[in-house]
């Protein structure tokens, strides 16, 4: 590998390399056909320790350093991605619209926390049907633990988690389990600590606010090859790794006013990328816009991503099972809330919400493949940024649980799990950093600060006590239990009712059935709910029997029975307190 890095207002750039005769110092040249301040250096070996000189300032790290073994502010290691020997040759790829995907932090899915030890639970994975492997962030950030939205080297791999070389391997066991993998990339900000981007050019520009501080450049003097470094490193993860989807992290983020958003040249490329290499690649954004145009084709006008998540159908679902109202639940809630959110996908949809006290968000085309949002009762940011991070199952009754299973599985959206959600895990997940000080202090008081007046007691029934994130023990407790195989209890019958449901998809798969049974929620009695569909849902969430008339259960979870009525296809089917049943029409 030759050393090349954009530095378009240094006046000298040097390449150190460290090696067994200690550093040595090499002269860069500006590349003058390069354009727009890239400097070029010596050859560099696989293996070999190097960093920049920016006019005198340094060593730092690579900018598009594929490997940081000893951490955020070391010096960048060489990585040759073709060294690895895939074995996933019989991989056609998957489209991330309609797989079931599971949502997983590598650093608290197994006792290791490793993609190694990931990698030995695909086959678990495989075995309960799920499609997709959603990884939150693998971005080298500081210290041994953290979320990974504050990475910094984005085109490396946390060596605590093994790696370059590691994340390779993960997907090719990964599509040699029929999974895909979806990685969750953070274009919209980089991290406070280790952040060396500045120091090389006008990766930022205070043209633009976010909630991190000044915005990236993407419409400013020298936006060009900033918006290279992105669009390379989203089809680095796609070519080198075999990665097959990126989730890109509050898009809403990614202040760009020119002619071109960033988003619809990523589309671009990566459809380009799929036509040349044959397989399907996905882009899937999280944005609180409320905006189809989000995954409206480039073509007419839109952003062009493959899918993008509904929060809207979260809280709905959230505050209709659990009757929480405190902070955006008070937007959601009722049955009517949560009927819309299932057949227009946005609540808000150009209409007033007091929780954000304007109007909101815009109408979904009719006509658009529900597929393109992904939706889910759980998720990284839904637990871990309570002020305990709980989990639903820790509070909603086995019926509740099992209910949410249903709604969100068989409804006519991309469903997705957050890591053991299917057997109804309870142990939190919790949000958690190693950062050294004086940043670890200020990131726990501004926790303790940002959830103090926010209404916790009410909901908890009494005084919270944060957990401090700079804890470890906090990062401990919010590692998964003994494991996805490990019996517990409620843990079986709620792991044996996910696979019943896993089993009933495969009746919603076909387009036309959602033509002849359309979506829709809607009430026989208080808290006595029905989702229609291919397949419905019926579930009692009272204490006492509830009666329903419908056909004839294929999967029950609690007690339930049923009796034809005269001749025909209709039942009575009595569901017990906390049953759920499920009926294929």
């Given at each position: 590998?030759?050393?090349r890095v954009?530095?378009?207002n240094?006046?000298?750039?040097?390449?150190v390399t460290?090696?067994?005769?200690?550093?040595t110092t090499?002269?860069?040249?500006?590349v003058?056909?390069?354009?727009?301040g890239?400097?070029?250096g010596p050859?560099?070996?696989m293996?070999?320790?190097?960093?920049?000189?920016?006019?005198?300032?340094?060593?730092?790290?690579?900018?598009?350093s594929a490997?940081?073994?000893?951490?955020?502010?070391?010096?960048?290691?060489?990585f040759?991605?073709s060294?690895?020997?895939?074995?996933?040759?019989?991989?056609?790829?998957?489209?991330?619209?309609?797989?079931v995907?599971?949502?997983?932090?590598?650093?608290?899915?197994?006792?290791?926390?490793?993609?190694?030890a990931?990698?030995?639970?695909?086959?678990?994975?495989a075995?309960?049907?799920?499609?997709m492997?959603?990884?939150m962030?693998?971005?080298p950030?500081?210290?041994?633990?953290?979320?990974?939205?504050?990475?910094?080297?984005?085109y490396?791999?946390?060596?605590?988690?093994?790696?370059?070389?590691?994340?390779?391997?993960?997907?090719?066991?990964a599509?040699?389990?029929?999974?895909?993998?979806?990685?969750?990339?953070?274009?919209?900000?980089?991290?406070p600590?280790?952040n060396?981007?500045?120091?090389?050019?006008p990766?930022?520009?205070?043209?633009?606010?976010?909630p991190?501080?000044?915005?990236v450049?993407?419409?400013?003097?020298?936006?060009?090859?900033?918006?290279?470094?992105?669009?390379?490193?989203?089809?680095r993860?796609?070519?080198d790794f075999h990665?097959?989807?990126?989730?890109?992290?509050?898009?809403h983020?990614?202040?760009?006013?020119?002619d071109h958003?960033?988003?619809?040249?990523l589309?671009?490329?990566?459809a380009e990328l799929?036509h040349?290499?044959?397989?399907?690649?996905?882009l899937?954004?999280?944005?609180?816009?409320?905006d189809d145009?989000?995954?409206t084709?480039?073509?007419?006008?839109?952003?062009?991503?493959?899918?993008?998540?509904?929060?809207?159908?979260?809280h709905?679902?959230h505050?209709?099972?659990?009757?929480?109202?405190?902070?955006?639940?008070?937007?959601?809630?009722?049955?009517?809330?949560?009927?819309?959110v299932?057949?227009h996908?946005f609540w808000?949809?150009?209409?007033?919400?007091?929780?954000r006290?304007?109007?909101?968000?815009k109408?979904v085309a009719p006509?658009?493949?529900?597929?393109?949002?992904v939706?889910?009762?759980?998720?990284?940011?839904?637990?871990g940024?309570?002020?305990?991070g709980?989990?639903?199952a820790?509070?909603?009754s086995?019926?509740?649980?099992?209910?949410?299973?249903?709604?969100?599985?068989?409804?006519?959206?991309?469903p997705?799990?957050?890591?053991?959600?299917?057997?109804?895990?309870?142990r939190?997940?919790?949000?958690?950093?190693?950062h050294?000080?004086?940043?670890?202090s200020?990131?726990s008081?501004g926790r303790?600060?940002?959830f103090?007046?926010?209404?916790?007691?009410?909901?908890?029934?009494?005084p919270v006590?944060?957990?401090d994130?700079?804890?470890?023990t906090?990062?401990l407790?919010?590692?998964?239990?003994?494991?996805l195989?490990?019996?517990?209890?409620?843990?079986?019958?709620?792991?044996?009712?996910?696979?019943?449901v896993?089993a009933?998809?495969?009746?919603?798969?076909?387009?036309?059935?959602?033509?002849q049974?359309p979506?829709?929620?809607?009430?026989?009695?208080?808290?006595?709910?029905?989702?229609?569909?291919?397949?419905?849902?019926?579930?009692?969430?009272?204490?006492?029997?509830?009666?329903?008339?419908?056909?004839?259960?294929?999967?029950?979870?609690?007690?339930?029975?049923?009796e034809?009525?005269g001749?025909?296809?209709?039942?009575?089917?009595?569901?017990?307190?906390?049953?759920v049943?499920?009926?294929?029409?």
């Open positions: 590998m030759r050393a954009w530095a378009p240094a006046t000298e750039v040097m390449c460290d090696g067994t005769d200690g550093r090499h002269p860069m040249s500006r003058a056909d390069a354009g727009d890239w400097w070029e050859q560099l070996a293996g070999t320790d190097y960093g920049f000189m920016v006019d005198g300032h340094g060593p730092y790290p690579d900018p598009r490997w940081q073994p000893d951490g955020v502010h070391g010096l960048s290691r060489v040759d991605a060294e690895h020997r895939w074995m996933d040759s019989q991989w056609a790829g998957r489209d991330a619209r309609g797989a995907t599971y949502e997983l932090h590598v650093g608290t899915f197994t006792p290791q926390g490793t993609l190694d990931a990698a030995g639970q695909l086959r678990d994975l075995a309960q049907g799920i499609e492997v959603e990884l962030p693998l971005a950030f500081p210290g041994q633990r953290g979320w990974g939205y504050d990475g910094v080297s984005l490396a791999v946390h060596e605590v988690y093994g790696g370059p070389a590691a994340l390779q391997r993960f997907v090719d066991k599509h040699q389990r029929g999974i895909a993998v979806c990685l969750d990339v953070v274009y919209n900000h980089l991290g600590d280790g060396y981007l500045a120091a090389f050019g990766y930022f520009t205070d043209a633009h606010e976010t991190w501080g000044w915005a450049n993407l419409d400013q003097d020298h936006s060009a090859p900033v918006r290279d470094y992105f669009i390379d490193n989203a089809l993860w796609f070519d990665i097959d989807a990126l989730r890109l992290d509050a898009v983020a990614l202040r760009d006013n020119s958003h960033l988003l619809a040249q589309s671009i490329a990566t799929a040349s290499i044959g397989r399907p690649l996905s899937v954004a999280e944005s609180d816009l409320n145009a989000m995954v084709p480039v073509s007419e006008g839109g952003l062009g991503m493959t899918a993008q998540w509904a929060d809207d159908v979260h709905a679902l505050a209709y099972l659990t009757g929480e109202r405190h902070g955006y639940y008070v937007d959601f809630g009722s049955i009517e809330t949560l009927d819309h299932y057949r996908v808000h949809h150009g209409t007033y919400s007091p929780f006290g304007t109007a909101w968000g109408p006509d658009r493949d529900r597929r393109q949002f939706v889910f009762a759980s998720n990284h940011d839904q637990v940024n309570r002020a305990i709980d989990r639903p820790s509070s909603l086995p019926g509740a649980q099992a209910t949410s299973l249903a709604m969100i599985l068989l409804s006519p959206f991309t997705m799990l957050f890591m053991g959600e299917e057997y109804g895990e309870t939190p997940f919790m949000y958690f950093t190693d050294d000080e004086p940043l670890g200020q990131v008081e303790m600060a940002e103090d007046g926010h209404g916790w007691e009410e909901l908890y029934g009494g006590a944060v957990p994130p700079q804890d470890r906090t990062f407790r919010s590692k998964l239990g003994p494991g195989g490990a019996s517990g209890k409620g843990h079986d019958d709620l792991r044996r009712w996910y696979l019943d896993i009933a998809r495969q009746r919603t798969l076909d387009a036309t059935a959602w033509q049974h979506v829709g929620v809607s009430e026989a009695a208080p808290r006595v709910v029905t989702m229609h569909g291919p397949v419905s849902v019926h579930a009692n969430l009272t204490g006492s029997p509830a009666v329903v008339t419908t056909g004839e259960p294929i999967a029950m979870f609690g007690p339930v029975t049923w034809r009525i001749s025909g296809e209709a039942f009575t089917v009595t569901l017990g307190p906390d049953a049943a499920l009926v294929a029409h």
